[in-house]
T-cell receptor, first 114, second 114 residues
Framework: AQKITQTQPGMFVQEKEAVTLDCTYD???????LFWYKQPSSGEMIFLIY??????QNATEGRYSLNFQKARKSANLVISASQLGDSAMYFC???????????FGKGTLLTVNP | NAGVTQTPKFQVLKTGQSMTLQCAQD?????MSWYRQDPGMGLRLIHY???????DQGEVPNGYNVSRSTTEDFPLRLLSAAPSQTSVYFC?????????????FGSGTRLTVV
């Protein structure tokens, strides 16, 4: 069974600094996709970034980048130049190959301090 | 706007009552799913569907029923509500037309069972 582990229940970062949120995954599949979602206090799920297992480059979307280390089965989210609006819960999730089911980690609560 | 529509946004039920959470999408996505979110647990898959007439159980299916009579709609039925079903429920959809099988989430339903 696939599993997503987020070991940091909570993280604090100063405004304008970079922060890394950890995510490790466990799967025996060769083809899979990794997602990061942001959930602000308002509750909606906001897609941030996607990495496919065969993608050779690390994914980037604006201030978000995904540090993908396939051999170590890690997919850490890096947020550069943190902003107060980045304070939220962040979830890592994985999809196996062409299977649509999405498995989530338990999340990391990020707090950005002024 | 194209997306996933969930109703209601809030609901209070008494133990033993039944109700249906509605989910509709207008993106012609094959896959639809229901998650529940509980503090410290991330999002857990309840039921999913890969097309009209096809449904299957996820990680936490007990106490819930689903059906998929059309591509657009995927209602979740609570047969006899229990306090353990107090949670936030999300519907999500994706399909072969979505970039990187990206998932679109509804805005959530906050359910309280008293």
């Amino acid at each position: 069974a696939q599993k997503i582990t987020q070991t940091q229940p909570g993280m604090f970062v100063q405004e304008k600094e970079a922060v890394t949120l950890d995510c490790t995954y466990d799967t025996s599949d060769q083809s899979y996709g990794l997602f990061w979602y942001k959930q602000p206090s308002s509750g909606e799920m906001i897609f941030l970034i996607y990495q496919g297992s065969y993608d050779e480059q690390n994914a980037t979307e604006g201030r978000y980048s995904l540090n993908f280390q396939k051999a170590r089965k890690s997919a850490n989210l890096v947020i550069s130049a943190s902003q107060l609006g980045d304070s939220a819960m962040y979830f890592c999730a994985m999809r196996r190959g062409s299977n649509y089911k999405l498995t989530f980690g338990k999340g990391t609560l990020l707090t950005v301090n002024p | 706007n194209a997306g996933v529509t969930q109703t209601p946004k809030f609901q209070v039920l008494k133990t033993g009552q039944s109700m249906t959470l509605q989910c509709a999408q207008d993106m012609n996505h094959e896959y639809m799913s229901w998650y529940r979110q509980d503090p410290g647990m991330g999002l857990r898959l309840i039921h999913y569907s890969v097309g009209a007439g096809i449904t299957d159980q996820g990680e936490v299916p007990n106490g819930y029923n689903v059906s998929r009579s059309t591509t657009e709609d995927f209602p979740l039925r609570l047969l006899s509500a229990a306090p353990s079903q107090t949670s936030v429920y999300f519907c999500a959809s994706t399909g072969s037309t979505a970039a990187n099988y990206g998932y679109t989430f509804g805005s959530g339903t906050r359910l309280t069972v008293v």
